[in-house]
């Protein structure tokens, strides 16, 4: 891999899916192949898929040298975090971010972790999106986020009411309606305010509430796309 793309260093864009890069090649091969930073001053966009690994996380987090806009990655397990924590920290100019986990953990970045970019774009997707202190900072630090989709079987509400009522550039909403299943939810979304900025919204899920179908149009008047 690493051969590859010293070949092409103007690339802009990198897809990795499945490849194996074992840390036993790593630690062989280190002195002989991998002796500096690689530098890829035009890549922009990075979407890997590691499977069950970890070593594209962090063959790009030890050795690649690039400030990205662009992330698209699927974790499995909790030892990616730090190492995608590690790569957000370095990516002063991202604009898009897309996470795909299997894990409950999504968010990769700790207390003291510094970052200096502004989002248009999030989307996680995870089998369950509890309360987390630093998402919930992090998404209300985003400002100039455009689109936004928590795609998850259960999503904290609180993390719905920084979306619904906190990002003023917000104009593109993913929203899953089997996470208001209950009727505390549909409650909430009652006393939501309308938000008259968004202007595309994709509902996935399904719900036997039919009031929260009807509750959550009526949050968006604006709308010129329903998907």
Not at 76 to 89: D, G, H, K, N, S
Not at 102 to 107: M, N, Q, R, S
Not at 196 to 205: A, E, N, Q
Request: glycine share 2%.
């Amino acid at each position: 891999v690493y051969k590859v793309l010293e070949l092409t260093p103007n690339v802009e864009k990198l897809t990795m899916l499945n490849i194996e890069v074992g840390e036993k090649t790593l630690e062989e091969n280190s002195e002989e192949t991998l002796h500096e930073n690689l530098t890829l001053n035009r890549l922009n966009e990075i979407i890997l898929d590691d499977g069950d690994n970890v070593d594209c996380l962090k063959l790009i987090a030890t050795h690649f040298k690039v400030n990205i806009s662009s992330l698209k990655c699927r974790l499995t397990t909790y030892a990616q975090l730090p190492i995608l924590e590690q790569i957000l920290v370095s990516s002063n100019d991202l604009k898009s971010l897309e996470i795909s986990s299997e894990c409950d953990a999504v968010f990769p970045l700790s207390d003291d972790a510094e970052i200096k970019f502004q989002l248009d774009k999030l989307i996680i997707k995870s089998p369950l999106l509890k309360f987390n202190e630093q998402l919930a900072k992090f998404l209300a630090s985003q400002q100039t986020l455009k689109e936004i989709g928590f795609i998850s079987s259960h999503v904290d509400y609180r993390y719905h009411n920084t979306i619904f009522r906190i990002l003023p550039a917000l104009r593109k909403l993913h929203l899953n309606i089997d996470t208001f299943a209950t009727n505390d939810c549909l409650n909430k979304l009652k006393r939501t305010p309308a938000n008259p900025l968004v202007r595309s919204l994709y509902i996935s899920g399904k719900n036997l509430h039919i009031n929260v179908f009807e509750e959550v149009i009526r949050m968006f008047p604006k709308l010129r796309s329903l998907n």
